[in-house]
């Protein structure tokens, strides 16, 4: 058993406490009231002589890490450190705070996995003790893969771990906690929920606290979930966070750094590029052959490793159940589905030589899927970065040959000079629409006659069009040069859906008239009439009119 004066996190630095307590690995701490200027990339720690720069061999950490977390980063393929694990490694080595800023793909989580293990190995942590480090992350993706990383790293060690993820069973995780989980990793409405609701779930011995992807927290709306979990974790730990981007950072430091952290910052100039030999084009499809070029791109495409990006779950979907019923196996990840059905699916994709796999957008942000042929971005995104990240998961890796391509309308073909402008130089590739199938009679027949393909296809079509609409590129996604009949019969219906728009309209537009206050007689909405800051919320249904018999027969 271990004591509590072991288990109190060392204030290294303090001379007293020094004195009274046993020295634990004197030589691995740096005296955390040295001024440095942690501004500046630091890849060099002083008081240790461990000196790493980039493509350092891990196994220069022979020595300041133990043999069996080696032996498992060995066994893990991994053999040379990127800039971020060999700036990041010897300041946390040394238990100081630290910021980061690096992209995804960047090696980030085993730069903070391997010091998190020497951390609970340097304190003695035991399964008795409770959880002695927690890693924050903004999605549940993302701490699948994490979590993954760090069950390998812990395959000759005897710590335990757990993950606690929105979707999974709370009684399941809770049982984990209450035997004892030193290392977690968690999302921040989980991880609160068991803080508050778990009894035996022990985190007052908490010596590391990291957040990858802190930006990313605060984005998703869970910055009131991260307060409530910083305010009730204890205080004297060490606090690491890694960010995509910097505009945040002052504030993420104001919430969770206790002390002067180690700034790094290993993005440059250009926050992202795209990976050299990754083959990346466009197609110009008119609204309504969208879904024909995609059916006879996937049919050609069975025996290669694809993935397919819709801008919404419900359309993600919809084209899984309307592929399946033309024969053609896909698999799909969306928000509708469990997180147990989530992942496995995700496993299974990843773990095969090929197949299909149709995701939401929002699905894809934090996966990084290794070896896929082609990217198909079947609607465009909003931020040309979005763009970017997207198309870096058609490689696998620095050798790998992945394509791209992405589906625009003839009208959105400006959307280009904005990829330009992010050094993204698409060209196009060429189609024979002759020699594409047109599946339109057979589309219109099984949504016709399929009730959950139809109602599927109605919401798919609302999800779309709602998407087109909230684009911030009004010049070029604007909604009222879509042809609605013709984006319906890619989605197989012969007369649009009514589909209900909501409008934020200011008082002076003509199609506003402010009514007159009832029941007093009097005028008194004018005193918001002169007042251009006063909004009101109307409806806007965009159909087609006069087909309203033609709609229930669809439906029928």
């Not at 798919?460 to 998407?467: H, V």
Request: hydrophobic share 35%.
């Amino acid at each position: 058993m271990v004591s509590k004066g072991e288990l109190k996190r060392k204030s290294v630095g303090d001379e007293t406490i020094k004195r009274k307590k046993k020295k634990v690995n004197k030589k691995e701490f740096l005296n955390s009231n040295t001024k440095e200027n942690n501004t500046e990339d630091v890849n060099c720690d002083s008081s240790t002589g461990l000196e790493l720069f980039e493509n350092s061999p891990f196994s220069a950490l022979n020595g300041k890490v133990c043999e069996n977390t080696l032996k498992a980063i060995d066994e893990m393929g991994f053999i040379n450190m990127t800039k971020i694990q060999a700036l990041s490694i010897p300041p946390l080595l040394e238990g100081k705070d630290l910021v980061g800023t690096a992209k995804s793909s960047s090696g980030k989580a085993l730069a903070y996995l391997i010091p998190a293990i020497e951390l609970m190995k340097k304190m003695k942590i035991g399964s008795r003790d409770g959880t002695g480090c927690i890693i924050i992350t903004p999605t549940r993706e993302l701490s699948l893969q994490i979590f993954a990383i760090l069950k390998e790293l812990l395959s000759y060690q005897e710590y335990t771990s757990a993950l606690l993820i929105d979707g999974s069973d709370r009684k399941t995780e809770a049982q984990k906690l209450s035997r004892g989980a030193n290392i977690i990793v968690a999302t921040t409405g989980r991880l609160l929920y068991h803080l508050q609701n778990t009894p035996n779930f022990i985190y007052k011995n908490l010596q590391c606290l990291i957040l990858d992807e802190a930006d990313r927290i605060l984005e998703t709306g869970s910055e009131n979930n991260l307060k409530q979990i910083i305010n009730i974790l204890p205080q004297k730990r060490q606090s690491v966070f890694f960010l995509k981007e910097e505009n945040q950072r002052e504030k993420l430091v104001a919430l969770t750094v206790q002390k002067d952290p180690v700034f790094l910052n290993v993005e440059g100039e250009k926050t992202e590029e795209i990976i050299e030999g990754l083959e990346e084009g466009y197609v110009l499809a008119p609204s309504e052959k969208r879904f024909h070029f995609l059916l006879n791109f996937l049919e050609k495409n069975k025996k290669k490793k694809v993935i397919v990006l819709f801008s919404s779950c419900l359309s993600a979907k919809h084209h899984h159940e309307l592929l399946v019923s033309l024969d053609v196996p896909v698999l799909s990840i969306h928000g509708k589905q469990k997180q147990a059905k989530r992942t496995a699916i995700f496993s299974k994709f990843c773990n095969s030589s090929s197949g299909i796999l149709l995701c939401a957008e929002a699905a894809t942000k934090d996966l990084e899927f290794p070896t896929v042929d082609w990217i198909v971005q079947y609607d465009p995104t909003e931020d040309p970065k979005d763009h970017i990240r997207r198309i870096r998961k058609a490689v696998g890796g620095k050798d790998a040959k992945g394509k791209a391509v992405l589906i625009i309308r003839p009208e959105e073909a400006g959307f280009l000079s904005h990829l330009k402008e992010f050094g993204v130089s698409s060209h196009e590739f060429k189609i024979s629409w002759n020699k594409i199938r047109n599946v339109q009679l057979e589309l219109e027949k099984l949504i016709s006659k399929n009730y959950f393909l139809n109602l599927s296809g109605k919401e798919a079509y609302k999800a779309y069009l709602k998407a087109y609409d909230t684009h911030h590129l009004k010049q070029i996604f604007d909604i009222g040069s879509l042809d609605l009949g013709k984006v319906a019969k890619s989605f197989g219906f012969t007369v649009p859906p009514a589909v209900d728009l909501s409008v934020t309209e200011t008082a002076f537009d003509k199609s506003f008239r402010p009514e007159k206050r009832l029941g007093g007689g009097g005028y008194g909405y004018f005193k918001r009439v002169n007042n251009p800051s006063v909004k009101k919320e109307r409806i806007k249904i965009i159909k087609q009119v006069g087909k309203r018999k033609d709609i229930r027969q669809a439906a029928r």
